[in-house]
């Protein structure tokens, strides 16, 4: 069992959250029970997980994308109340953690995500985008198979280069980065989302890109996170993974 206070103080020192001009608010968006003994984590707070949670008995829900973004309407009504609702009758806290969650050097998302595909010698090289040089030179459909087999899903692929050398990416919705991927040097992109002008870019720059599902390539801070807490606080964790195409 730990205290909920003592664990958001842990995210804080860790994730320094208040280091980033974000989107939304990271850290506690909705206080639950005062003590922790279960964990649920996902990458969205979607009703899904919450009623997952609920199934799960937790008194804790860490993910990604939380609720009260920039711009979003304020009242609790209709989807957003209920989902609220379900959290407060169940003394259910809500933990979010957006860019400090993929900026993270050790349990962010791009640290993560990289792992998996086999670029754990990366490093951030732009703000949020990572990238990797490669001593053998890899084929975009040989890439393509290994982020298939990675993350359990096909890549959607613009580009066919027999032997791509250096490899950029950045997860989730940041097909918008291709540009800075292509200036400084990179002969591959991997995002998680396409955008139609971005197949135009990639032709024109010269890059390949591969865009390999928002969800799939943002699964694994939360988890990573999440295990962390588990070993820090002695309490149970659990990723539930809401599948999400896009």
């Known amino acids: 069992m730990a205290s909920l206070n003592d664990i958001v103080t842990y995210c804080t020192n860790r ?73 407060m009758r169940n003394a259910i806290g809500l933990l979010a953690y957006h860019l400090p969650l993929d900026a993270h050097a050790e349990l962010g998302n791009n640290r993560q995500l990289g792992n998996r ?3 754990s010698h990366g490093a951030a090289v732009d703000g949020l985008l990572w990238g990797a040089d490669l001593d053998t030179p890899l084929p975009a459909a040989t890439l393509a198979t290994r982020i298939e087999s990675a993350l359990g899903r096909a890549p959607l692929v613009v580009g066919d280069s027999p032997g791509l050398r250096r490899i950029a990416w950045c997860s989730g919705a940041a097909q918008g980065m291709i540009d800075s991927a292509a200036a400084l040097g990179f002969d591959a992109f991997i995002s998680g989302e396409i955008s139609e002008h971005t197949v135009h870019q990639a032709r024109e720059l010269g890059i390949d890109y591969f865009a390999a599902g928002h969800h799939a390539t943002e699964r694994y801070g939360v988890q990573a996170l999440g295990d962390e807490l588990a070993g820090q606080f002695g309490i149970a964790h659990r990723f539930i993974d809401v599948d999400n195409p896009v």
């Open 15 to 87: 994730l320094d959250p208040d280091a980033f001009d974000d989107y939304c608010p990271n850290g506690l968006q909705v206080e639950g029970s005062d003590t922790v003994t279960r964990l649920v984590s996902g990458v969205t707070a979607s009703q899904a997980l919450l009623d997952a949670a609920v199934a799960a008995d937790a008194e804790l829900v860490l993910v990604h994308h939380g609720y009260f973004w920039r711009g979003e309407a304020a009242p609790l009504v209709g989807m957003k109340g209920r989902r609220i609702a379900t959290l």
């Open 117 to 119: 595909l086999g670029f």
